[in-house]
């Protein structure tokens, strides 16, 4: 180790996102720690500062997208719409990073290519791809849950004689569509953001389409002064309201059960959340993702909308042919996704008809022989989800890796702490709310309660602490039955399995508990001296507190 007094740190972060910015300052601020953020990007913005293809935009509302921990930041920042686009997204994380002048301790252009833990020091090692290594106490990843961008591996791309792009490695200049043939593979939350969009400016637009997906309608606007005022002057009750609800939205789950209203009711019903839009469409009824009888009643609903739509009844057939409960793949939202396809220079490819067998020269060309030539190839084909940017990191001690320790699909305590990986806290991790939940919302709460833990160390000599093996069993054990009682783990073609990375192990990764439950277990657990993990003091003292708690005290689900 080469260390010097200029590269060791109390601590240090792995992000300059939504996470990364909040445990820059809390360690910083308020801990008074020697901290350093190592961001890959150019800047900060984390998931936004490369996700800037047409249509990106946040399908969280504004109110409730953004920190809650300053008043004051929230009371002198204003949203121009009712979901932030990435432009703006980007400016707001600019408009904190200045306030409370965390760039300076920002590495950016860094990406982090090992981190390793000395038993000896007691420190980690974190190199980097330019060669360089700082050192420190406490690692904390703030990397996100769908950083890790995944190319399908579809034979012939190196062929492509076209340009190529994959949505989450946008390019940070606009891209001129006018005259260009697109192909775009994927038709998740993303590639429905972004279709509509390239549609308005290409020559012709190719959507592959493998699996069908819901949509509820954005119904984005702009947002007027005096709504500007009301969310300026109810920071109070929209901090309080966000940090109550399973979902960290700023809407309630209704308490109703959709089979205990009448017909007309729920028909109704439907339609007021219809008209309403968003992810709000998945709170009408409060059975939507337990029980399959309510959930066939909300698709039913959807995918009639979807032929009132769409003009062409075989268009409609093949958008409409889709076998997974509403809301158990991550429901999107959209601007005018499903009329689209009304447009004559549109066109819908059915990959479950007719798969892909390779890209040439000049295009895509399906199984049966049909040839669709392209000049852009979009590849809005999602992520290595939730444990890809965590191995990406190559975490190791000397007795395991990360790699070999989540072989069979992650492991953790809370979502939060790995066994055998002392003094680790990962923000978002898989086991905890994270991709179920508004991110600001389930970010702060992880933020918080590792600068209280970190605090708690400090305070009382506590030179390490490690999640115990028993308490990581339980938890993946309870990440795993709380997703079971749900529609969730029903989709086998879901990111949430990992099922769209092959040989990724299928495990079900987020927590489906409900971020205010969830909440409610790390709380209890800190306040009975951090339960669940070893602490261990500067005389080598061994604090052990044993898990005892039964964590399924009740479950909501978020969105
Ligand atoms: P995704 O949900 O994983 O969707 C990827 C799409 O690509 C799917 O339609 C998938 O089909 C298709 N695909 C993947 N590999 C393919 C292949 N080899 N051949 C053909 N099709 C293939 O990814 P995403 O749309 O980027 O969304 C990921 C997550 O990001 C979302 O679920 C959401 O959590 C988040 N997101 C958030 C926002 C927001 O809030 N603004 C916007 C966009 C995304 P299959 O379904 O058959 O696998």
Redesign the pocket.
Known sequence: MNKNLNNVYDALVIGAGFSGLYQLHRLRDDLGLKVAVIEKGADVGG?WYW?RYPG?????ESQGYAYFFSRKLHENWQWSER?PG?NEIRKYLNYVTDSLNLRKDIFFNKTVSKCSFSEDAKLWEIQTENGDARYCKWLITAVG??SAA?V???QGLSRFEGQWYH??KWPHYDIDFKGLRVGQ?????????AAPEIAKTCEHLTV????P?YSIPARNSEWDALYTDWVRSHYEELKALVRSTPNGHPFRISNNLTMEVSEAERQKMFEAAWSDGGLRFRGVFLDLLTSQTANSAAADFIKSKIRQKVTDPATADILTNIDHPYAA??P??DTHYFETFNKDHVTLVD?QAD??AEIVQNGITLESGTHHELDVIV?????D?MTGPLLNLNIETAKASLKSYWGGGPRNYLGLAIPGFPNLFTITGPGSPS?LSN?PVSIEQHVDWITECIAHCLETGCTSIEAQEQSAEIWTDHVRETADATLLPKVK???YLG??IPGKPRVFMPYAGGLNIYRKICDNIAEEGYKGFDLISDKTHVISKPLDFKPSEGFMFGV
């Open positions: 998931t996700n990106a935009r946040c399908d969280s979901y990435h849950c769908l995944n399908p591996n579809i949505t989450g593979i994927g038709t998740g939350s993303t590639g429905i953001q592959f389409q493998r699996t997906n793949k991550r999107p939202i990959l798969p892909i590849f809005a084909t999602g992520y989800a991709v991110m073609h879901s990111w099922a769209n």
